[in-house]
């Protein structure tokens, strides 16, 4: 069968295997530009994938790489994780393409509506230059991510490695134990995450939890009530896994909105969203997706957050994030 390499939006992953880092899912449309040298990206050596990495960055008419994290994989298993991955790529990609190609024989985005777009083929990294340059891209950043990390967490040989369970790998593991790149749920690592969830367990019996969770229910009942007045229909409250949690997720027309909620005691305190860091907007924007992906929603999906404070608990502010 001939393929229109212009018009084919390729896909292709990396890190599917390593006990450590994250999952990377590369997403190319080359627009016709011819790239010589494309292939398989574990069939090159690491100068020709870097120079032909640069290559895809400047000509290829769109390149897109989606993340997704070892936490997130270890909550979702690795098939949901390359769905998701594959999700996060192909939502960046905003030019026309008249298919797309997936390297494997699995379709990750058939649960949404480009799902009928899209063909699996076998070893299509070597056969479709759009999927090679994908391969190679998501490679690229994935190393490169992994060979920071060797800063951050020294010791452990990730620049050698890239996360990989080898020799070296399971001696530093031994020595020093885990970090936050490690996928617990992956057999190898099995015995740390049941340690790691002993640690941080929490009956939650002790009368100070159990007045923060009554509070905190009267002031997302707050927001609940704000919302249902201003035409929402609530959907869930404190969904919660292991992971990650949402206080309310409630739909207005065509969107889903994820409200996170913040209770301070009295204004002196500052205000709740005071406490919606970065870092929090990306556990935010994990757990809604988590959510969507779970409940196969694929519509608008909006964050956003809400701040309550006092004895007579007092909606402050409901804002889009």
Not at 28 to 43: A, H, M, P, Q
Not at 137 to 147: C, F, N, P
Not at 186 to 191: C, K, N, V, Y
Request: net charge neutral.
């Amino acid at each position: 069968m001939y393929y229109n390499d212009s018009m084919i939006l390729g896909i292709d992953e990396a890190g599917r295997g390593p006990w450590a880092g994250p999952l990377v899912v590369g997403a190319v449309v080359l627009g016709g530009v011819s790239i010589e040298g494309l292939t398989d990206s574990k069939k090159l050596t690491k100068k020709k994938r870097d120079l032909l990495y640069q290559k895809i960055i400047d000509n290829s008419v769109a390149h897109a790489t989606g993340w997704v994290e070892a936490l997130e994989i270890d909550e979702l298993g690795l098939g949901r994780a390359l769905r998701l991955a594959t999700i996060r790529a192909v939502g960046q990609i905003k030019v026309p393409y008249s298919e797309i190609i997936i390297d494997g024989t699995v379709n990750f985005l058939a649960e949404t509506g480009k799902g009928k777009y899209v063909q699996t083929m076998a070893k299509a990294d070597l056969l479709i230059p759009s999927v090679s340059a994908a391969s190679i891209l998501a490679k690229v950043e994935r190393d490169r991510y992994m060979a920071g990390q060797d800063e951050v967490y020294p010791g452990y040989g990730f620049a050698g490695h890239s996360g990989y369970g080898v020799a070296k790998h399971r001696e530093a593991i031994e020595k020093l134990g885990i970090t936050p790149l490690h996928r617990l749920s992956f057999a190898p690592l099995a015995a740390y995450r049941s340690s790691t969830l002993a640690d941080s367990s929490d009956s939650g019996t002790s009368p100070e939890s159990v007045t923060s969770k009554l509070i905190g229910n009267k002031a997302e009942q707050v927001v609940a009530d704000f919302l249902a007045g201003q035409g929402h229909v609530i959907h869930d409250r404190n969904w919660k896994t292991r992971w990650c949690e949402i206080d309310i997720v409630s739909k207005k027309d065509d969107t889903v909105f994820f409200t996170e909620v913040k209770y301070r005691k009295a204004a002196q305190y500052g205000s709740g969203l005071e406490a919606i860091t970065k870092s929090k907007l990306r556990q935010m924007k994990f757990a809604a997706e988590f959510y969507a992906l779970n409940k196969q929603i694929n519509g608008n999906i909006e964050l956003a957050a809400a701040s309550v404070s006092g004895d007579d608990f007092k909606l402050e502010q409901w804002l889009r994030v």
